[in-house]
């Protein structure tokens, strides 16, 4: 795959601190470099907003810590330990995922549905931890007998929201999870999961495109670019200029975006 000019960079947290651990991690495809040798170590309770263009390979980056995808070479460590060695039961009941696509199972009930992941550990979820969950993401207890459709989209992705938060996850990580969602409803639920992040005390990566959704929600901000991790940044750092070429070119959009509605409101 052709690399743009941006330098990869390797990322680190404080020593000691590292939940996540990314050690060369490559994924490829035949002849198709998907991640290409990314090193990079997240800190216990930090919130990190994964960046880049369509085909950057941070969804692929995201699911090799839960092993929906594995890498080629490298190795991905979550408390110390490889992923691909952990029994799967184990690894689903210590790191929650909330979908692109929300996939909730259509025939389920929403309860059912939150309660699927300790359901496939051999653990059974009381009615009232479901009710709990409910309540945390800001939804109806009564909707726990409803089935996905009968609720709206926004709705559907909160319970894909109390589903990973089922098994007391130490790591959620979200694949682009609002971006199906209109923007009233999705600037809530942002805020909700920014809300649950720091109440609950979880570790999260978000992987998402929009650079303003990053810069608002996360404490870190790190960017991809054709395989490669090419900027870890603040938001405010990436707001001063920092993080080079790609990273300013994102930082661009939501800055212009803001410029012409300032030049909107001052022609009127």
Wanted: net charge negative; glycine share 12%; hydrophobic share 45%.
């Amino acid at each position: 795959m052709k690399r743009t000019g941006a330098s990869p960079i390797t990322a680190t947290s404080k020593p000691g601190n590292a939940i996540l651990r990314f050690e060369q991690v490559e994924r490829r495809y035949g002849e198709v470099v998907a991640v290409g040798g990314v090193s990079c170590e997240v800190a216990a309770g930090s919130f990190v907003a994964l960046v880049g263009a369509s085909g950057s390979g941070k969804s692929t980056l995201l699911k090799m810590v839960n092993t929906l995808t594995s890498p080629t070479a490298g190795r991905v460590l979550f408390g110390g330990e490889d992923v691909t060695t952990l029994r799967q039961a184990q690894l689903r009941r210590r790191v929650g995922y909330v979908f692109q696509g929300i996939g909730l199972f259509p025939h389920f009930t929403v309860g059912e549905n939150i309660a699927i992941g300790p359901r496939l550990a051999g653990e059974k979820l009381s009615p009232q931890r479901i009710f709990e969950l409910l309540e945390l993401v800001e939804l109806d207890p009564d909707m726990a007998q409803r089935t996905p459709d009968a609720l709206s989209g926004g709705q559907r992705q909160r319970v894909g929201v109390a589903r990973a938060l089922a098994g007391d996850p130490e790591l959620l990580l979200m694949d682009e999870p609002f971006g199906a969602l209109d923007p009233i409803t999705r600037d809530a639920l942002g805020e909700k999961v920014r809300e649950l992040h720091t109440k609950l005390g979880l570790t999260t990566i978000m992987v998402t495109h929009d650079m303003a959704e990053a810069l608002l929600l996360a404490d870190r901000v790190l960017v991809m670019s054709e395989g490669a991790l090419v900027a870890d940044e603040t938001s405010r750092a990436l707001l001063a200029g920092a993080g080079g070429e790609v990273a300013q070119g994102l930082v661009a959009v939501p800055r212009q975006q803001a410029e012409r509605l300032a030049h909107m409101e001052d022609t009127r």
